[in-house]
């Protein structure tokens, strides 16, 4: 006598098909470093660039990115930018810290306190 596997089949199926969609949901939560460690991330927009943060590739211990929320417009609401610009700091894919600009939008962090959090941070992982 033969067994008829068709309803397993079916069900390691939508298993399978469950699994792979937790895995690509989950890319979503991920900074748009990857999972390279440390990084600063610039939010901002292309009509917006006379009040882009013009000292963020002078920070240290941390990789740097700029994203312009014009062209890539799902980072908006991937990441929650209100305001631009806004700084978002990455350790992995975890949100660290976060800055963003007044209502003039002008970013009034200053260069001092990005890092000191960026120093924090690296501190924090000793």
Same mark, same amino acid.
């Given at each position: 006598?033969?067994?008829?596997?068709?309803?397993?089949?079916?069900?390691?199926?939508?298993?399978?098909i469950?699994?792979?969609?937790?895995?690509?949901?989950?890319?979503?939560?991920?900074?748009p470093?990857?999972?390279?460690?440390?990084?600063?991330?610039q939010?901002?927009?292309?009509?917006?660039s006379?009040?882009?943060?013009?000292?963020?590739?002078?920070? !240290?211990?941390?990789?740097?990115?700029?994203?312009d929320?014009?062209?890539?417009?799902k980072?908006?609401?991937?990441?929650?930018?209100?305001?631009?610009?806004?700084?978002?700091?990455?350790?992995?894919?975890?949100e660290?810290?976060?800055f963003?600009?007044?209502?003039?939008m002008?970013?009034?962090? !200053?260069?001092?306190?990005?890092?000191?959090k960026i120093?924090?941070?690296?501190?924090?992982d000793?």
């Amino acid at each position: 006598m033969k067994r008829d596997y068709t309803v397993w089949k079916l069900f390691g199926g939508y298993l399978l098909i469950i699994l792979f969609m937790l895995i690509s949901s989950s890319a979503n939560g991920q900074s748009p470093c990857g999972n390279e460690g440390l990084c600063v991330v610039q939010f901002n927009a292309g009509w917006n660039s006379s009040k882009s943060v013009d000292w963020i590739n002078e920070l !240290t211990d941390c990789s740097k990115q700029e994203v312009d929320i014009a062209v890539d417009t799902k980072a908006a609401g991937i990441y929650k930018i209100v305001v631009v610009p806004t700084i978002l700091i990455f350790n992995g894919d975890e949100e660290v810290g976060r800055f963003q600009a007044n209502i003039m939008m002008e970013m009034e962090a !200053t260069k001092e306190e990005v890092q000191e959090k960026i120093d924090e941070i690296i501190m924090e992982d000793f």
